[in-house]
């Protein structure tokens, strides 16, 4: 089946970056509801929750991605019968996963005391709580969840992002009605019953555009042996993969919440959902290219991709580097205009942030490659690594510097693990022919500008003065201007740069 795997990018970019808006802001609004109206130790309860059922999602141990992964050979090669069947067999496991999670959650309702540093608010049963917090997350395994996989496969992720736009947004719109009507601790119960709502809808909706699409998929027929070992090889590659996820994220407000407190853990994730919020904007790119880069992989040769690598990882963190340096420089003032000064942190909060989100996002060009090429199973030693890492980290860096340990426990093992080790994955096998120095150099040099961007819009910013919203916006005006003259002035002359303006003048001339 051919691919327009150009036009799907933009396509999935667009009602991506839509979405975003949509998911980012209105779930910001409620958030902001959810503070002045409950307080902090229900958000802190909330994100405890949350973070302890991202833990038992390890369960689903990355077969959704190693299903998409599979089904791209069959839809390049038009072969219908080895797409059912693969399927059907993501649908059998979805259903053993999901039946593992509610079990091992209800196995952990017992100890949720032992997770809550101090009081626990007495007026709310957490237990009914987490109930409905984990029947929200079996759902999302239970109720058709596994066609998603095929709009995926197909490069189609426009129309999950819609879906996602419209649940989200009503779900949301619903949950802001009632944290501002209703004013008692008991909406909390409705607030989560929204989410559960939200999760069925999308499922169904997601089917019903699969079912309307693509009427030729069925979930019949059965993979062969040889497929079925291959997609357990990948999976266990992705298990790893999944769990070091899991400590890098979740682990952290479990971390903080065990050891310093709900409001803590509620400050913390204050600063992190900002961070995460354009973490969540960036991902619309690579979401949007990883199933034209799979079918390139698939199609194209070794050579043609590793070009294509080069001048992707060098737009995106261009893209990245401003975003660093924005994130920065109007950090501080955008949270004690949210939140108020008793919810902020010191300056070094911002700091490290900034720093965590630059590395993580240094990573994702080289991540996505290594994703559609499917090499999980190689890359598991990396995995399991930075996993041990972090865990360690935390446990140690929490009780020596607070929240801010717990940042810096995500930073060291991103940079020296994830972004060194994980690239000479990728390197060792795919990108056999070529020199790995040249990508550890290119990313020094990108790491450096940055830093010395950040530097000079940071110190320019401080001449404005005190924090309010005519402030915010005038910070955020030279953080459009001065970090792209100096990157432009950087790079102007580079081969990079030349290679990047032609692979963008070529796509805007084919439309």
């Not at 354009?278 to 790119?285: A, S, Y």
């Not at 070094?348 to 999980?376: E, H, N, Q």
């Not at 961007?453 to 001449?463: E, M």
Request: proline share 2%; aromatic share 14%.
């Amino acid at each position: 089946m051919k691919i327009n795997r150009t036009k799907n990018a933009a396509r999935n970019m667009m009602m991506g970056f839509v979405n975003k808006i949509i998911v980012l802001l209105l779930p910001f609004v409620v958030r902001t509801a959810f503070i002045y109206s409950l307080g902090a130790e229900y958000l802190g309860l909330n994100s405890l929750f949350s973070s302890i059922l991202s833990v038992l999602s390890v369960a689903e141990l990355g077969f959704s991605s190693a299903v998409v992964f599979s089904m791209y050979g069959p839809i390049a090669k038009n072969h219908r019968d080895k797409i059912c069947a693969l399927l059907n067999y993501y649908r059998s496991i979805y259903r053993v996963i999901g039946t593992i999670v509610l079990v091992v959650g209800i196995a952990l309702m017992p100890f949720l005391p032992k997770l809550i540093n101090g009081e626990c608010p007495d007026e709310l049963n957490i237990y009914i709580l987490f109930a409905m917090y984990l029947f929200n997350t079996v759902s999302s395994y239970w109720f058709m969840a596994y066609k998603k996989s095929v709009l995926e496969a197909f490069q189609r992720n426009d129309y999950i992002s819609l879906n996602d736009t419209i649940t989200t947004g009503l779900t949301n719109i619903i949950q802001l009605i009632l944290l501002i009507v209703w004013k008692s601790i008991y909406v909390y119960y409705f607030y989560v019953a929204t989410m559960l709502i939200l999760t069925i809808t999308n499922n169904i909706l997601n089917a019903r555009i699969v079912d309307k699409k693509y009427p030729q998929l069925k979930c019949e027929g059965r993979i062969t042996s040889e497929d079925k070992k291959e997609i357990k090889k990948q999976v266990s590659g992705l298990m790893v993969s999944k769990i070091c996820f899991m400590t890098r994220n979740s682990f952290d407000s479990i971390f903080v919440s065990a050891f310093i407190g709900l409001t803590m853990t509620t400050v913390y994730n204050n600063y992190y959902y900002i961070v995460n919020a354009i973490v969540g904007v960036m991902n619309v790119i690579t979401s949007a290219m990883i199933g034209g880069i799979g079918n390139s992989i698939a199609a194209e040769s070794k050579k043609k991709n590793y070009n294509d690598f080069t001048v992707f990882n060098f737009i995106y963190m261009w893209i990245s580097s401003w975003a660093t340096v924005t994130l920065l420089s109007l950090y501080q003032n955008f949270m004690v205009l949210w939140v108020g000064e008793k919810l902020t942190l010191p300056l070094l909060a911002p700091v490290l942030f900034s720093i965590y989100f630059y590395a993580l996002k240094m990573c994702d060009i080289r991540t996505t490659y290594t994703s559609a090429a499917g090499l999980w199973w190689e890359n598991r030693s990396r995995a399991i690594c930075e996993t041990v890492a972090n865990v360690i980290l935390n446990y140690l860096l929490v009780q020596m510097w607070g929240v801010y340990g717990i940042v810096l426990a995500t930073i060291i093992p991103l940079i020296l693990i994830n972004f060194g080790f994980g690239a000479q994955v990728l390197f060792k096998h795919y990108f056999t022919e070529e020199k790995i120095s040249g990508y550890f150099i290119d990313n020094v040099g990108y790491a450096v500008v940055t830093l010395i961007s950040a530097i000079v819009t940071f110190k320019i910013n401080t001449f404005i003065g005190e924090y309010n919203i005519l402030n915010l916006v005038i910070r955020g005006i030279i953080c459009c201007v001065i970090p792209n003259v100096i990157f432009g002035a950087a790079y102007c002359k580079s081969i990079k740069f030349k290679m990047a303006k032609d692979w963008v003048l070529t796509k805007i001339k084919r439309k």
